[in-house]
């Protein structure tokens, strides 16, 4: 072969290839990014996540108050409780104020008596509570104190007489926790209170075991205006305080006995009468081991005979 036909063949060979990269390169190179695909694919993305956090925060709001919040625990791959959590949509109820109670109720149910009612005592506590405040009070005057500072010890019925004509009902109240503090007897008739009287105030020095109320009497007699006429039958009652070394006080009255309710160092005895009596009536205390340690026939303040 002619050098001029091997310069020839050389060209033919270095166009072929160069033809040959050039569709290698075509072949290789990468088609242009579909950019408005990869669009559409980002926004369809985005909203995916957002769609994904709201879904979240649904949920959250709807966990309920006292919900716990957990995370990742330790090596142990386990979770641990953190502090209730409240929900933040939870709304906050206010406090409800104090609603203001009444007073106490006795210990027994003994010594709500003749078919008075707790609620009906408690009403007439207040009611004496107003007497006070309307009838009694001076300038400087405290008051008897709020309803709820009391604790009712008796309730019973009352029988009318010439001082005090119509019948009605008693009710005793004393100053919870406080032995030796105020002690108010008050009498409903007619629906409303007509007298009121308030002992109490400090403890007597060399006081026996058992002590009657002094100002108890109105609980178990008539007027001395109906003296020898009362009207029968006649419920009684007599209230005091006692030591805490008394375990019993008995009340005898009219020829019969009866055991009284014995209620936070008060105590409160009840009884009918059907005959007239002149005698006031007998207390007696005992002590765990049965033995007498008061007897009010042996009190020389105690006054044993009725006006």
């Not at 929900?87 to 109670?101: E, G, H, I, K, L």
């Not at 009596?277 to 007998?282: F, I, Q």
Request: include cysteine; charge should be negative; aromatic fraction near 6%.
């Amino acid at each position: 072969m002619s050098d001029q036909q091997d310069e020839q063949a050389e060209q033919d060979f270095a166009e072929q290839v160069r033809e040959l990269l050039a569709q290698d390169a075509y072949t290789i190179r990468p088609s242009p990014a579909p950019y408005p695909a990869i669009r559409r694919r980002g926004v369809v993305e985005r909203r995916r996540r957002v769609a994904a956090a709201g879904a979240v925060l649904v949920t959250l709001a709807a966990m309920p108050v006292g919900a716990y919040a957990v995370a990742g625990g330790g090596d142990g791959g386990g979770s641990t409780a953190t502090s209730p959590t409240p929900s933040v949509s939870a709304p906050v109820s206010p406090t409800p104020s104090p609603t203001p109670s009444g007073p106490g109720r006795p210990a027994t149910d003994g010594q709500l008596l003749d078919g008075i009612t707790f609620e009906q005592a408690a009403d007439a506590v207040d009611q004496c509570i107003a007497y006070d405040e309307q009838h009694t009070l001076g300038p400087g005057d405290t008051g008897l104190g709020p309803a709820d500072s009391y604790r009712i010890i008796l309730a019973m019925k009352s029988t009318g007489d010439s001082n005090a004509p119509g019948d009605g009902m008693y009710v005793v109240a004393v100053k919870k926790d406080d032995r030796d503090g105020t002690r108010m007897i008050c009498n409903i008739r007619e629906g409303e209170a007509q007298g009121l009287n308030v002992g109490g105030g400090g403890s007597v020095p060399e006081a026996p075991a058992v002590v009657p109320d002094i100002n108890g009497g109105k609980l178990y007699q008539q007027s001395f205006l109906d003296r020898g006429n009362w009207k029968l039958p006649f419920r009684w009652g007599v209230i005091g305080t006692f030591e805490s070394s008394v375990a019993k006080v008995t009340v005898t009255y009219g020829g019969a006995t009866s055991q009284a309710a014995l209620d936070h160092g008060w105590f409160a005895a009840s009884g009918v009468l059907n005959e007239q009596v002149t005698v006031a009536p007998r207390v007696k205390g005992y002590n765990a081991d049965g033995k007498l340690v008061y007897d009010s026939d042996q009190d020389k303040t105690y006054e044993k005979t009725l006006p």
